[in-house]
């Protein structure tokens, strides 16, 4: 009975693609994080499967070998381009295929999140999903380049399903490792944050005691072997101590016996070995890789990199750090290297950074909301009360919302009856002068700086205790969707009459259709500096606010029975009458005669 009450463990899916060693580096520190509090399930195949389950052992992870996508741009010449054309084709296949095993296996294991690293297929609805990539944009070869709007495209279909995109990049282009590859205009439609560079390599305090370090990876078979025997030969003709670290996935020590003793092969070198031979190392020779490049900007070491031929993303970064001067390339030699004064290459901040960033990123997934409910009260002596009976007893922890009551030039008792209230998580600020979008504007200067969501409330409208908990969990479900406004369902407080369920169900109606409000407006908080009410309207400010709102994002509504307001405008008006005047306004009066005209205060 005892185990049946234990609460089931944390789990995390990691899906890591093996096309070349460094998605496997890049991913590893946020797995070792994780794996403190989560047990791993880990998929990925080959030599990167063999380095995962060497540096994850101790995390108790499960492992499956899944395949991976063709290894796009291999072979020569018109070769090059045929497999280019056949091996695009195939990923669709293998994508499909990949959903499907991550989706079976979420089924089983009820992940809590899912981090994929160029696996555009681990993805699965309703467990927040991230995908880590440097490369939005694609680049093409040279024949395929009129149509990268095509790759592009594919790139924006299979983002999208992901939760958040993490780019181990800064977005500072000044301080870019991956120039125009991670800096795309399609970010702007996709959730993303920059996070800095990952690094599986911690430096140590050694002595520079290795004099040059070959390090090769990249998934291309075909430009490894001449590649190694290119530089075995340069090595020969270079002074001192050389080390080989090729990649592989056995573990072991070789040295060649043609080869002199100042040269060491490691087949492969993980954990504490590969840390200490790239801190000794006083300089690298490696291929153009991005992950890479992102090591030498963690140990700030001075390199010799050669782009992989006819893989276009190596020889794009090769230009852009050529560009920055921040490496040497070919057509220089490596014996240039004895005599370079090349400093090595500064970033911002580094992998301990990086780590915290996606840290932060993913437990706020899990995290619950923070609402602050701004309350404009001008003499609202009559419904106020009620108002805040009610959200002192919402169903959300206390420490997750406040109510901000701003008192605006009343002249009953509407000060002396929020006064009543405040204490706890309810404030309430008294403002000189009258206006209800100068009071919104003053309520949200006044928000926690925590909070996550502002909800603008009509000091006549009422919420029950589940409303805080229905938006979070609307929002929760809706994680892949960038919202920036919204409103909710609304009906008719303490009138129990058909007519006004008509009428309230037609303005719901119209609401949710015209992505308008009522009574209502729940908006992103983060934007509250972009975004304010125009303070020279008095009337239509709320339509005003939501069209500006949703230049950077999108409206939701949430169909609700937990929000309630008076009809006291209805019945003093009439209802007909009000909803012709209300549309008129809204669709035939121009901005600038509202700000002329005055709205007709009913209490």
Same mark, same amino acid.
């Given at each position: ?11 995390a899916?990691f ?5 070349g060693?460094g ?10 994080i994780?794996?403190?509090t ?16 060497q540096?994850l052992a ?12 063709p ?26 295929r990949?959903?499907?095993f991550a ?29 880590i990539s440097?490369q ?23 983002f ?6 993490i ?16 800096h795309?205009?399609m970010?702007?439609k996709?959730k ?5 560079v ?6 140590v ?11 090769l ?9 001449p590649f190694?025997?290119?530089l075995?030969?340069?090595?020969e ?9 090729l990649g592989?996935?056995e573990?072991?020590?070789i040295?060649? #016996? =043609? $080869?002199?003793?100042?040269? %060491?092969?490691y087949q492969?070198?993980t954990g &504490?070995?590969?840390a200490? /031979?790239?801190?000794s190392?006083r ?6 890789g ?5 090591d030498?900007?963690e ?10 031929p ?20 070919p057509p220089?030699?490596l014996g240039?290297?004895?005599?370079t004064?090349?400093p ?8 301990a950074?990086?780590?915290r ?5 993913v437990?706020?997934?899990f ?12 003499? #609202? =002596? $009559?419904?106020?009360?009620d %108002?805040?009976t009610?959200?002192?007893s919402? &169903?959300?922890?206390k420490? /997750?919302?406040?109510?901000i009551?701003?008192?605006?030039g ?9 006064r009543?209230y ?6 309430v600020?008294?403002m ?13 200067d006044?928000?926690n700086?925590?909070?996550d969501?502002?909800i ?5 409208t009422?919420?029950?205790k589940p ?12 994680q ?8 909710t369902?609304?009906d008719?407080?303490g009138?129990?009459?058909l ?19 009522f009574a209502v ?9 972009q975004?304010?009410?125009d303070?020279?309207?008095t009337?239509?400010?709320d339509?005003?606010f939501?069209k500006?709102a949703?230049?950077?994002g999108?409206?939701f ?20 009458k009000l ?6 306004q809204?669709?035939f ?5 509202k ?9």
């Amino acid at each position: 009975m005892s185990d049946m009450l234990q609460k089931s463990p944390k789990k995390a899916l990691f899906c890591i693609s093996s096309l070349g060693l460094g998605h496997a580096t890049r991913t590893l520190p946020i797995a070792k994080i994780y794996g403190k509090t989560h047990e791993l399930h880990v998929v990925s195949t080959g030599s990167a499967l063999a380095f995962l389950r060497q540096e994850l052992a101790s995390t108790g992870a499960v492992f499956y070998d899944f395949p991976d996508y063709p290894p796009i741009e291999r072979g020569r010449g018109l070769k090059f381009y045929l497999y280019f054309i056949f091996d695009s084709l195939r990923i669709f296949g293998v994508i499909r295929r990949e959903h499907r095993f991550a989706f079976d296996l979420a089924k089983k294991n009820s992940f809590d999140f899912i981090i994929s690293d160029g696996r555009y297929g681990a993805y699965v609805k309703g467990t927040p999903s991230f995908l880590i990539s440097h490369q939005i944009s694609f680049v093409a070869p040279a024949w395929f380049r009129p149509f990268t709007w095509i790759s592009d495209l594919f790139n924006y279909r299979q983002f999208r399903k992901f939760d958040e995109i993490i780019i181990p990049d800064y977005e500072d282009p000044k301080f870019s490792l991956a120039g125009r590859l991670s800096h795309h205009p399609m970010l702007r439609k996709l959730k993303h944050n920059f996070v800095g560079v990952l690094s599986s390599i911690e430096r140590v305090e050694v002595t520079e005691e290795v004099d040059y370090l070959f390090t090769l990876s990249g998934y291309l078979q075909e430009h490894k072997e001449p590649f190694l025997k290119e530089l075995f030969a340069e090595a020969e003709n270079l002074s001192g101590q050389k080390v080989f670290v090729l990649g592989k996935a056995e573990v072991g020590v070789i040295t060649p #016996e =043609e $080869k002199s003793a100042e040269i %060491t092969v490691y087949q492969n070198a993980t954990g &504490d070995l590969r840390a200490r /031979l790239f801190s000794s190392a006083r300089f690298i020779i490696s291929r153009a890789g991005y992950s890479t490049i992102m090591d030498l900007a963690e140990l700030e070491k001075p390199a010799f990199l050669v782009p992989t031929p006819n893989q276009t993303e190596q020889e794009y970064l090769a230009k852009h750090h050529l560009r920055q001067d921040n490496f040497l390339f070919p057509p220089a030699k490596l014996g240039d290297l004895s005599g370079t004064s090349k400093p090595a290459i500064k970033v911002p901040w580094k992998t301990a950074e990086s780590v915290r960033r996606v840290k932060k990123i993913v437990d706020s997934y899990f995290r619950q909301p923070f609402f602050s409910i701004i309350v404009p009260a001008h003499n #609202e =002596e $009559k419904y106020l009360g009620d %108002t805040l009976t009610h959200l002192k007893s919402l &169903d959300y922890p206390k420490n /997750l919302y406040e109510v901000i009551v701003v008192e605006n030039g009343s002249t009953d008792r509407t000060l002396e009856i929020a006064r009543r209230y405040e204490g706890e998580n309810i404030k309430v600020w008294q403002m000189t002068g009258k206006g209800v979008s100068r009071a919104r504007n003053f309520g949200s200067d006044k928000a926690n700086p925590e909070s996550d969501w502002l909800i603008f409330l009509d000091a006549d409208t009422v919420i029950e205790k589940p409303l805080l908990l229905e938006i979070a969990k609307h929002l929760k479900a809706n994680q892949q969707t960038n919202f920036s406004i919204g409103t909710t369902e609304v009906d008719p407080l303490g009138d129990l009459r058909l007519k006004a369920k008509i009428w309230f169900w037609i303005y719901n109606l119209g609401h949710r259709l015209t992505k308008t409000s009522f009574a209502v407006q729940i908006f992103k908080a983060k934007l509250k500096n972009q975004v304010r009410f125009d303070e020279t309207l008095t009337l239509s400010e709320d339509l005003k606010f939501i069209k500006d709102a949703q230049a950077f994002g999108k409206f939701f509504y949430l169909p609700t029975r937990s929000v309630l307001t008076s009809t006291r405008r209805f019945d003093r008006v009439g209802w007909l009458k009000l909803f012709i005047e209300w549309n008129f306004q809204a669709i035939f009066i121009p901005e600038q005669k509202k700000q002329k005209m005055q709205y007709k205060v009913i209490r």
